[in-house]
């Protein structure tokens, strides 16, 4: 299909000095504030530490905006759906608003998670510099990653990172045998997700796309060539009745102007029959018009379009409903939430079928790219809420811990959220997807393959339906894996990915949870031995 060519803008396009500047001072103003809060709500407990708690947690969410939040928006902003800075209204809309609104207001304090705590006793600020080894470590394998244009797992960097000081802490206390505090079988299950995760992702993808590309842009491609054709034949039937006619008399040239203007007055009453006409000329315009009407150029766009467009308005409720709201009591029950997604995607059928009765007798081309740019729009909208109720944990959720025990004294099963913490660590996240996230967009949205609105629809919404499915299953995967695994898959369908790319990124995806861990491990013992 021939569609406008997008590419990301170089980093002098998309960080305007007075603009960056803006994003630091909000930046600094929002960690200065909560601080500001935070040594009232702390009483006041080991000052230096929530201070660089803070720190610490902030820089994690900022490199979970340069890389998680990155790789979200990376195809919406590599076909050309949005821009840089669209991208990050998004994102500061509905990635903060799904934090604040659905994050939740408590968080587990990872005692029995991916490492078991449980069987010895550790002291509360043990347990801190745990939390904060682990932030800045994953913050810091983040970063790195960021920069490298890799998308990894924000998850899988913090686990790592946990285990990481959680096994030097078990091998400084004495009669704990720190390997068996971890939960391997679930570091197991991270193993299989590096596979299970892309392969899902890619699988749904391609066949998603495929039938996107066979029923709709494969048609309109077939379509707007036949219209090329009928105007290519409407220039010849100019041109050879304009040399027939210089050829004729005078007397004979008067008789066929006369039959040609008839034949205009009937022709753009637009009903006729072809015998009707008494100039050859227009016998033979009626004849290749006839063509275009048996052309039905815009069927695809008013037929499948819209079922595409419920599907996808279902999945992403579903999405919201079942995972985005999690945290909220909302009282709905199953019944519910499914009547709430047959509505949504009635609605949005409807919407989308008149939509495309507006565009019909415009470019093809045009009208395919502004359609699937609207749905794309809508699917990253909602991709960037869920993730923001969901994956902000894993910079508020240690940080969280953190608080709780300098506040309290001691370790409790759960620790509470309050609200200034995450719109301030949601600031971070957006302010770290405008400085450190050109190069993962880059990554995601144009060197892994090309993408155009109908791909990266199709790439965030067999993203958006995997994650659903095995959230349903329990099934062990990353949502950054399966986005990726759908981008590959995008490119399958197309006969354009860039598997040597693929190489660093999956051994990024691998040295993850040792990176994260080792970093952290150092920074544990770091931590220990200046305020131990």
């Not at 803006?22 to 909560?34: E, N």
């Not at 005692?111 to 080894?133: C, E, Q």
């Not at 008149?354 to 609207?374: E, H, P, Q, V």
């Amino acid at each position: 299909m021939t569609t406008p060519s997008h590419t990301v803008p170089t980093s002098s396009g998309i960080r305007p000095s007075g603009l960056s500047l803006a994003f630091a001072v909000l930046l600094f103003a929002t960690v200065g504030y909560f601080l500001f809060w935070g040594f009232g709500y702390t009483q006041g407990h080991f000052p230096l530490v929530f201070v660089l708690a803070t720190l610490f947690g902030v820089f994690m969410a900022f490199n979970i905006g340069g890389n998680d939040v990155a790789n979200s928006f990376g195809t919406s902003v590599g076909a050309g759906t949005l821009t840089i800075k669209q991208a990050l209204l998004v994102a500061a809309v509905f990635e903060v608003s799904g934090a604040v609104i659905a994050g939740g207001q408590v968080t587990d304090t990872i005692r029995k998670g991916i490492v078991d705590l449980s069987g010895f006793t550790v002291a509360p600020m043990d347990f801190v510099y745990i939390m904060m080894s682990a932030l800045i470590a994953a913050a810091l394998w983040l970063l790195f990653a960021s920069k490298k244009g890799y998308p990894v797992s924000t998850t899988h960097s913090i686990i790592g990172a946990i285990v990481g000081s959680s096994l030097v802490l078990g091998a400084l206390t004495p009669g704990v045998h720190s390997m068996e505090l971890v939960q391997w079988g679930q570091i197991w299950q991270i193993a299989v997700s590096w596979v299970l995760s892309p392969v899902l992702g890619g699988l749904v993808s391609y066949a998603l796309f495929g039938l996107i590309k066979k029923h709709i842009l494969s048609y309109n491609d077939e379509a707007e060539n036949r219209l090329k054709e009928i105007k290519r034949q409407k220039y010849e039937n100019d041109r050879r009745h304009k040399e027939a006619f210089e050829r004729l008399s005078e007397i004979q040239k008067i008789s066929y102007t006369h039959a040609m203007t008839r034949d205009v007055q009937a022709y753009h009453d637009q009903d006729y029959e072809s015998a009707e006409f008494e100039s050859d000329y227009f016998k033979e315009l009626a004849r290749i018009e006839k063509q275009r009407e048996d052309v039905d150029a815009h069927r695809a766009l008013q037929n499948w379009v819209p079922m595409v467009a419920a599907g996808g308005a279902m999945i992403i409720s579903a999405m919201l409903l079942f995972k985005g709201f999690k945290h909220l009591e909302l009282g709905l029950t199953t019944l519910n939430n499914y009547m709430i997604m047959g509505m949504i995607g009635a609605v949005v059928w409807m919407a989308t079928f008149i939509f495309a009765k507006t565009l019909k007798g415009n470019s093809l081309s045009r009208s395919t790219f502004l359609m699937f740019s609207w749905m794309q729009v809508f699917t990253a909208a909602g991709f960037a809420f869920s993730h923001g109720s969901n994956d902000i944990a894993n910079a508020i959720g240690p940080f969280a811990a953190i608080l709780d025990v300098l506040r309290n004294g001691a370790i409790g099963s759960e620790a509470a959220i309050p609200p200034v913490a995450m719109i301030t660590f949601g600031v971070a996240l957006i302010v770290g997807l405008w400085f450190i996230g050109k190069e993962v967009i880059q990554t995601v949205g144009h060197n892994l393959t090309a993408m155009h609105p109908a791909s990266g629809f199709a790439a965030e919404l067999a993203a958006a339906g995997v994650v659903m499915l095995a959230t349903i299953m329990g099934l062990p995967v990353s949502s950054t894996h399966i986005l990726i695994g759908a981008v590959l898959g995008i490119g399958l369908v197309n006969h354009q990915t860039n598997w040597t790319l693929m190489k660093p990124i999956g051994l990024a995806w691998i040295i993850t949870l040792p990176a994260a861990g080792a970093i952290s491990a150092v920074s544990f013992v770091t931590l220990r031995t200046i305020f131990g």
